[in-house]
């Protein structure tokens, strides 16, 4: 099995949407009031506290547009907070669901078809790794099984 490592999203993305840029649509973030668990952040890849503030905007964790660059909401704290550092530790973000979507990208950033699977969380790492073991894949998405919101990122 391949080392893996956990990446957040990156600090300059964060810091575009807390000087007041525009998301993936043009638009500015909007702000919520987080009720407790369910909002995760997608830059600390922690749980947002009940009563805490956050900013709901669409993301695209993807260098260009094309047709395979995913385009969803994510959640992020409206004050600026520490990019997920445990890279080679499952971040606690992952515990608050069952399972998630494991999904492999080839360097193209296009889904290699057959990789996607919903994933018990103890199994993540596991599957991450075997995915990151194949020549095509060049990195892979965790995102809800849910509601496909991206979560993270893994990379050899």
């Known amino acids: ?9 990156p600090s300059r ?29 997608r830059h600390c890849l922690r749980n947002i506290d009940a009563s ?8 695209r964790p993807f260098p260009d547009l094309q047709p395979y660059a995913e385009t969803g909401p994510v959640f992020m704290h409206k004050r600026p907070c520490a990019r997920y550092a445990a890279e080679e530790i499952q971040p606690p973000v992952l515990g608050a669901s069952p399972d998630f979507i494991v999904r492999g990208y080839g360097a193209n950033d296009r889904i290699v078809y057959g990789t996607g699977s919903v994933t018990p969380i103890a199994d993540i790492e596991r599957y991450a790794g075997e995915l990151l073991g194949r020549p095509e894949i060049a990195y892979v998405h965790v995102r809800s099984a849910r509601n496909n919101c991206y979560q993270c990122r893994i990379d050899r």
């Open 13 to 41: 993305d964060a810091e575009h949407i807390w000087s007041g840029g525009k998301d993936a649509y043009g638009n500015p973030p909007e702000t919520m009031v987080s009720d407790g668990p369910g909002h995760p952040c």
């Open 1 to 9: 099995m391949s080392t893996i490592h956990f990446s957040a999203m």
């Open 52 to 59: 805490e503030e956050l900013l709901v905007f669409a993301y």
